[in-house]
């Protein structure tokens, strides 16, 4: 399994020793079998998860800790890139659209491009660095520090003390920061239409609320639950399983921030495809 | 003069009893063998030091013994339980009579010393009132000395205070059996001889039992009533400090030079 | 611990804006669609609805004033389409306006436009019915002027028919030793085929018409094609021209008409329908009944005359009766 000790630290010794040993007992796994392996575990780390959620007792406290972690200390890194980006997709667009003359389109098709797909995955991609790195990091420190070691000898189960909550956090956290940079991109994208022409807030808010539609709204927000939840999931699987001492806190980390991005994008494309599937748009 | 907790296994058991009993323990990864049988008796208020090279397997040894490591085979019969065999809830009742000192003592860097001293009651006394608590948390940092650290975070703590800070948060369950893994490894020897002074105090105070697994020969003076020698994963010598010191196997003298 | 309540305050007013904003979206989002509320829902049956969709909005005057609710079947050739409209604007409709189908600028949504008609009746109420107008179809707009071209068509095949008749048949010319005479009959001949060629661009009534004259008595073909005439036919041909010049200056107006149709002046089907202008064409063609029956009064007089009124006996003898 995969918080098998007796695997990881066999790892270890064979990485410790492997100079001195025959290169057919050293040879690292082929990619392949890694890949499977790695994602066998994650799927079993997912389903512990899942398993263990669900089980009393819950750690409220833990789980409100996380969320202000994750949602709120976000925040502010979120609603500047939020604001940047609804400033300047509109200020990227206008040319193309005068070229039309459709320039008045511009608040409905800044905020549909907006609300559907760039604030949920610029908002996620954030979060991938943000909270998928501190969580890597911080269960990968506390696993070579032998704190995870500690908390299971006093009889608390760290799989829930820290995992349940991080991921639960996250999971929840993150559909309500893409609703605040929804809005702040807006009041960006708002910014941007007037810098070279007049739109009234008025006019603006009505051009915006008339376009977008449920079906633009509740599929993005859903995708953000599972854009949370894959964070959260492969922010603490890298760091719940990390070896190699300090060296691989550093990696958990990287590796949780990669591989989050990577996932984000996948989600996305899935849910894409599923919306498209539903027809949803 | 016992203070033991009145409601544990350990009470239960005479001064000069076996708590715990390992025989032919094994353990390997891989084709690493690390514990090849090893046999061990350890009594009620004794304290045994495990002697061993690093890499000999001591700390694997002593995981074994809480199940944070799985072992291959033999028995592990710690108050009259048997350990491999024990379900997660019985598991954690088990845990919950075992103090276990880190070699990094792990404390929790995100938390205070208080929430540090206050983490292991959240699971076995659930019943506590905060007031408890909080003078069971001062109970535990008068015992080790440090009683104003309270509201400090671990990163603001000195090598030594963080050692103590483990020995106190391992205390405050009132643990019958004491697992140590290098409790003085990392400390200049002023602060270490302090360090087994405050293990020996712990044991007159709560009559415990402990393992000690060291390579520091002047804590393990001090503080053992009997040694083990390990070596290729088995018992090479036991006996007391002064025993052990005439012996003429080459593997156990190397120890006393 | 102080600081713990005050993140677990923070966390609370995080979550609660990121939810407060979520259901103002929604709601923002759902009163445009008068989901929330009051409305008040009339319907209109159309024959045609021209790809509107439930959600398009609809507009009173030009306000947008609510939206589509529903799109039904009545029957084969009627679809009944439900709107539900703010209840604010209920006291500004009245229930004789007209509902119309019709396009958000020149690529946006469709919407259904009601138009008031004035009067005095009752504003509308629930479940009430709208007037509604046949949708301006581009369809049907090429399906007509498709029949205006087979009219056209037909016309100038006559015509031809007719300016061959004239062309070949020289009897009239080798008795006409007057060149001018002769000259002026061609001119009247060009004139009058201009003018079925111009006039052929008009409606299906246009047609009707030049099939009465070419059926009716004196009709500019008869005349044209009477190759038994003799003497002096000067006057007769002086009025045919007289005739021939005024087709020829409404044609141009035909013509300018008809260019500013292209132009895209006015619809197409406001300007077949202009009375007027088949008033207009309608007195051309007594014009040149007027100068047909001159013809034939001259006609009637050559051949009473001494002159001549040997000349018609013996060519009546020669040539049996049609």
């Given at each position: 399994?995969?918080i098998?000790k007796?695997?990881?630290?066999?790892?270890?010794?064979?990485?410790?020793?492997?100079?001195?040993?025959p290169?057919t007992m050293?040879?690292?796994?082929?990619?392949?079998?890694?890949?499977?392996?790695?994602?066998?575990?994650?799927s079993a780390?997912?389903?512990?998860?899942?398993?263990?959620?669900?089980?009393p007792?819950y750690?409220?406290?833990?789980?409100?800790?996380?969320?202000?972690?994750?949602?709120y200390?976000?925040?502010?890194?979120?609603?500047i890139?939020a604001f940047i980006m609804?400033?300047?997709?509109?200020i990227?667009?206008r040319p193309?659209?005068?070229?039309?003359?459709?320039?008045?389109?511009?608040?409905?098709?800044?905020s549909?491009?907006?609300?559907?797909?760039?604030?949920?995955?610029?908002?996620?991609?954030?979060?991938?660095?943000?909270?998928?790195s501190?969580?890597?990091a911080?269960?990968?420190?506390?696993?070579v520090?032998?704190?995870?070691?500690?908390?299971?000898v006093?009889?608390?189960?760290?799989?829930?003390y820290?995992?349940?909550?991080?991921?639960?956090?996250?999971?929840?956290?993150?559909p309500?920061?893409?609703?605040?940079?929804?809005a702040?991109?807006l009041?960006?994208a708002?910014?941007?239409v007037n810098i070279?022409?007049?739109?009234?807030?008025?006019?603006?808010?009505?051009?915006?609320?008339d376009?977008?539609?449920?079906s633009?709204?509740?599929?993005?927000i859903?995708?953000?639950v599972?854009f949370?939840?894959?964070?959260g999931?492969?922010?603490?699987?890298?760091?719940?399983?990390?070896t190699?001492?300090?060296?691989g806190?550093?990696?958990?980390?990287?590796?949780a921030?990669v591989?989050?991005?990577?996932?984000?994008?996948?989600?996305?494309?899935l849910?894409?495809q599923i919306?498209?599937?539903l027809?949803l748009? | 003069?016992e203070?033991?907790?009145?409601?544990?296994?350990?009470?239960?058991?005479?001064?000069?009893?076996?708590?715990?009993?390992v025989s032919?323990?094994?353990?390997?990864f891989?084709t690493?063998?690390?514990l090849?049988?090893?046999?061990l008796?350890l009594?009620?208020?004794?304290?045994?030091?495990?002697?061993g090279?690093?890499?000999?397997?001591?700390s694997v040894?002593?995981r074994?013994?809480?199940?944070l490591?799985?072992?291959d085979?033999?028995?592990?019969?710690?108050?009259g339980?048997?350990?491999?065999?024990?379900?997660?809830?019985?598991?954690?009742?088990?845990?919950?009579?075992?103090?276990?000192?880190?070699?990094?003592?792990?404390?929790?860097d995100s938390?205070?010393?208080?929430?540090?001293?206050?983490?292991?009651?959240r699971?076995?006394?659930?019943?506590?009132?905060?007031?408890?608590?909080?003078?069971m948390?001062?109970?535990?940092?008068?015992?080790?000395?440090l009683?104003?650290?309270?509201d400090?975070?671990?990163?603001?703590?000195?090598?030594?205070?963080?050692?103590?800070?483990?020995?106190?948060?391992t205390?405050i369950?009132?643990?019958?059996?004491?697992?140590y893994?290098?409790?003085?490894?990392?400390?200049?020897?002023?602060?270490g001889?302090?360090?087994?002074?405050?293990?020996?105090?712990?044991?007159k105070?709560?009559?415990?039992?402990?393992?000690i697994?060291s390579h520091?020969?002047g804590?393990v003076?001090?503080t053992?009533?009997r040694i083990?020698v390990l070596?290729?994963?088995?018992?090479?010598?036991?006996?007391?400090?002064?025993?052990?010191?005439?012996?003429?196997d080459?593997?156990?003298?190397?120890?006393?030079e | 611990?102080?600081?713990?309540?005050?993140?677990?305050i923070r966390?609370?007013?995080?979550?609660t804006g990121g939810?407060?904003?979520l259901?103002?979206?929604?709601?923002?989002?759902g009163?445009?669609?008068?989901?929330?509320?009051?409305?008040?829902?009339?319907?209109g049956?159309f024959?045609n609805?021209?790809?509107?969709?439930?959600g398009?909005?609809v507009r009173?005057?030009?306000i947008?004033?609510?939206?589509?609710?529903?799109?039904?079947?009545?029957?084969?050739?009627?679809?009944?389409?439900?709107?539900?409209?703010?209840?604010?604007?209920?006291?500004h409709i009245?229930?004789?306006?007209?509902?119309?189908?019709g396009?958000?600028?020149?690529?946006?949504n469709?919407?259904?436009?009601?138009s008031?008609?004035?009067?005095?009746?009752?504003?509308?109420k629930?479940?009430?019915?709208?007037?509604t107008?046949r949708?301006?179809?581009?369809?049907?707009?090429?399906?007509?002027?498709?029949?205006t071209?087979?009219?056209?068509?037909?016309i100038?095949?006559?015509?031809?028919?007719?300016?061959e008749?004239?062309?070949?048949r020289?009897t009239?010319?080798?008795?006409?030793?007057?060149t001018?005479?002769a000259?002026?009959?061609?001119?009247?001949?060009?004139d009058?085929?201009?003018?079925?060629?111009?006039?052929?661009?008009?409606?299906?009534?246009?047609?009707?018409?030049?099939?009465?004259?070419?059926?009716g008595?004196?009709?500019?073909g008869?005349?044209?094609?009477?190759?038994?005439l003799?003497?002096?036919?000067?006057?007769?041909?002086?009025?045919?021209?007289?005739?021939?010049?005024?087709?020829?200056?409404?044609?141009?107006?035909?013509?300018?008409?008809?260019?500013?149709?292209?132009?895209?002046?006015?619809?197409?089907?406001?300007?077949?329908?202009?009375?007027?202008?088949?008033?207009?064409i309608?007195?051309?063609?007594?014009?040149l009944?007027?100068?047909?029956?001159n013809?034939?009064?001259?006609?009637?007089?050559?051949?009473?005359?001494?002159?001549?009124?040997?000349?018609?006996?013996?060519?009546?003898?020669?040539q049996?009766?049609?």
């Amino acid at each position: 399994m995969l918080i098998n000790k007796t695997g990881e630290i066999n790892h270890m010794y064979r990485e410790r020793y492997r100079l001195l040993l025959p290169n057919t007992m050293t040879k690292r796994p082929s990619i392949f079998k890694q890949w499977f392996e790695e994602t066998g575990n994650l799927s079993a780390f997912a389903g512990r998860y899942l398993r263990d959620s669900l089980r009393p007792p819950y750690d409220f406290g833990e789980l409100l800790r996380q969320a202000f972690e994750v949602g709120y200390r976000s925040l502010g890194l979120v609603a500047i890139t939020a604001f940047i980006m609804g400033l300047v997709i509109t200020i990227q667009s206008r040319p193309t659209l005068v070229e039309f003359g459709a320039e008045s389109w511009l608040p409905a098709m800044v905020s549909v491009s907006l609300v559907r797909e760039i604030v949920p995955v610029v908002t996620a991609l954030i979060c991938a660095g943000r909270v998928g790195s501190g969580i890597g990091a911080e269960l990968g420190s506390m696993k070579v520090t032998e704190q995870i070691d500690a908390m299971e000898v006093s009889g608390t189960n760290p799989f829930k003390y820290l995992v349940v909550s991080r991921i639960t956090a996250a999971t929840l956290m993150l559909p309500i920061l893409v609703v605040i940079a929804d809005a702040v991109s807006l009041w960006g994208a708002y910014i941007g239409v007037n810098i070279k022409g007049v739109v009234s807030y008025d006019l603006y808010v009505r051009q915006v609320f008339d376009t977008l539609e449920y079906s633009d709204v509740v599929p993005s927000i859903i995708k953000c639950v599972f854009f949370g939840f894959a964070i959260g999931l492969i922010g603490c699987f890298k760091g719940y399983t990390t070896t190699k001492g300090t060296e691989g806190v550093g990696m958990a980390a990287n590796a949780a921030v990669v591989v989050s991005s990577l996932v984000v994008f996948i989600i996305d494309l899935l849910a894409a495809q599923i919306t498209d599937l539903l027809n949803l748009n | 003069m016992e203070s033991d907790n009145g409601n544990s296994i350990y009470a239960k058991f005479a001064n000069g009893e076996p708590v715990l009993r390992v025989s032919g323990l094994k353990k390997s990864f891989g084709t690493h063998v690390v514990l090849d049988g090893f046999d061990l008796v350890l009594t009620k208020g004794e304290n045994i030091a495990v002697l061993g090279r690093s890499g000999s397997g001591k700390s694997v040894l002593i995981r074994c013994l809480v199940r944070l490591t799985e072992s291959d085979e033999g028995i592990i019969n710690m108050l009259g339980l048997d350990v491999p065999d024990l379900g997660q809830d019985a598991l954690d009742k088990l845990r919950a009579e075992i103090g276990f000192l880190f070699q990094s003592s792990a404390l929790y860097d995100s938390m205070t010393v208080r929430e540090n001293l206050e983490f292991p009651l959240r699971r076995h006394s659930k019943h506590l009132t905060q007031a408890e608590k909080d003078q069971m948390v001062q109970e535990a940092l008068d015992n080790v000395g440090l009683s104003d650290t309270a509201d400090l975070m671990p990163s603001e703590l000195s090598g030594g205070m963080r050692k103590r800070i483990g020995i106190a948060r391992t205390m405050i369950m009132n643990p019958g059996i004491m697992l140590y893994d290098e409790p003085t490894t990392g400390l200049d020897p002023v602060t270490g001889r302090g360090i087994g002074k405050l293990m020996l105090e712990m044991k007159k105070k709560y009559n415990t039992s402990s393992i000690i697994i060291s390579h520091d020969m002047g804590c393990v003076k001090q503080t053992a009533d009997r040694i083990v020698v390990l070596v290729n994963g088995r018992c090479r010598a036991l006996g007391t400090y002064a025993e052990l010191e005439k012996s003429e196997d080459p593997d156990v003298h190397s120890f006393f030079e | 611990m102080k600081k713990a309540t005050g993140n677990k305050i923070r966390l609370g007013l995080f979550v609660t804006g990121g939810i407060f904003l979520l259901m103002a979206a929604l709601y923002m989002i759902g009163s445009r669609r008068n989901i929330f509320s009051d409305t008040v829902k009339v319907t209109g049956d159309f024959y045609n609805v021209d790809g509107l969709m439930v959600g398009h909005n609809v507009r009173f005057c030009g306000i947008d004033v609510g939206t589509v609710d529903e799109i039904e079947f009545v029957n084969d050739s009627s679809v009944r389409v439900t709107m539900l409209i703010s209840q604010d604007m209920q006291k500004h409709i009245r229930s004789n306006a007209i509902a119309s189908i019709g396009t958000d600028g020149l690529m946006g949504n469709k919407l259904v436009s009601i138009s008031p008609r004035g009067g005095t009746a009752a504003y509308i109420k629930d479940n009430d019915a709208l007037e509604t107008l046949r949708p301006v179809e581009t369809g049907e707009m090429i399906r007509t002027l498709k029949v205006t071209n087979d009219n056209l068509a037909a016309i100038t095949d006559d015509l031809r028919t007719i300016t061959e008749k004239v062309n070949t048949r020289n009897t009239l010319w080798s008795l006409l030793l007057d060149t001018a005479v002769a000259e002026n009959v061609k001119q009247a001949i060009v004139d009058i085929r201009i003018t079925g060629r111009n006039s052929a661009v008009v409606t299906g009534d246009l047609s009707r018409i030049v099939n009465g004259i070419r059926e009716g008595k004196g009709s500019v073909g008869a005349i044209i094609s009477d190759t038994t005439l003799y003497g002096q036919v000067k006057q007769t041909i002086v009025d045919i021209k007289l005739a021939g010049e005024r087709t020829a200056i409404i044609t141009g107006n035909l013509d300018s008409l008809i260019g500013s149709v292209r132009k895209g002046e006015g619809s197409i089907g406001a300007l077949i329908m202009d009375t007027s202008f088949a008033h207009k064409i309608n007195k051309t063609l007594d014009n040149l009944e007027d100068g047909s029956d001159n013809f034939n009064q001259n006609m009637e007089a050559l051949k009473q005359s001494f002159l001549l009124r040997k000349y018609f006996r013996k060519q009546a003898k020669q040539q049996p009766p049609k």
